[in-house]
């Protein structure tokens, strides 16, 4: 079975950093871009960002470029998501899912479970 | 503001048939091809459509996807309970290098 797997909640104060991850298994991890998706309290998906784990490749939404780093260790099949400096404007739920496609763009199958992440002083 | 909109709320009856509109531009829907998400209440999305009308294994033949010009659009028939949820839009765009996503609509089954 295809899954990907994510890390817990976390609670955390403004300023800390904070990395959050992605782990796949069923499948080759190298063979499928992995991407988050920032989901706001009560609010919609928003597409942050994807990386290529067979490169490393990133490539970061405009309104998330170089507020959060996308990275992956691709020897233990896992993706992760990294804040530097978090904001209470960071409190959202993260889902990581798994880029699929026939040739062109694709879409995202499967979903993570999705990662709770609350900042809060 | 998404950059693809969708209505944000819809609803019917059981039994009804409804439809969810997901509207963009040359550089998203008018390009590329379609995603549709489903998300039930408190778990993470689900592929609904892919390739603008392809169904993956599991999903009922009642829902449906189709696509003109630069709107997309999500049928459902024979309304059940279970369907109320929130769907969503997504497509890549070729203007912003990346993929965008509708804001949602959540649909109610009355």
């Known amino acids: 079975e295809v899954q990907l797997v994510q890390s817990g909640a976390e609670v955390k104060k403004p300023g800390e950093s904070l990395r959050i991850s992605c782990k796949g298994s069923?499948?080759?991890?190298?063979?499928?871009?992995i991407t988050w998706v920032r989901q706001m309290p009560g609010k919609g998906l928003e597409w942050m960002g994807r990386i290529d784990p067979s490169d490393s490749y990133t490539k970061y939404s405009p309104s998330f470029q170089g507020h959060v780093t996308i990275s992956v260790d691709k020897s233990i099949s896992t993706a992760y998501l990294q804040w530097s400096s978090l904001k209470a404007s960071d409190t959202a739920m993260y889902y990581c899912?798994?880029?699929?496609?026939?040739?062109?763009?694709?879409?995202?199958?499967?979903w993570g479970q999705g990662t709770l992440v609350t900042v809060s002083s | 503001q998404s950059v693809l909109t969708q209505p944000p709320s819809a609803s019917g009856t059981p039994g009804q048939r409804v439809t969810i509109s997901c509207s963009g531009s040359r550089s998203n829907i008018g390009s590329n091809t379609v995603s549709w998400y489903q998300q039930l209440p408190g778990t993470a999305p689900k592929l609904l459509f892919y390739?603008?009308?392809q169904r993956p294994s599991g999903v009922p033949d009642r829902f449906s996807g189709s696509k003109s010009g630069t709107s997309a659009s999500l049928a459902i028939s024979g309304l059940q309970s279970e369907d109320e949820a929130d769907y969503y839009c997504a497509s890549w765009d070729d203007s912003l290098n990346g993929w965008v996503f509708g804001g949602g609509t959540k649909l109610t089954v009355l």
């Open positions: 069923g499948y080759s991890f190298t063979s499928h871009w």
């Open positions: 899912a798994r880029r699929d496609s026939n040739g062109y763009y694709g879409w995202f199958d499967p």
């Open positions: 390739s603008t009308n």
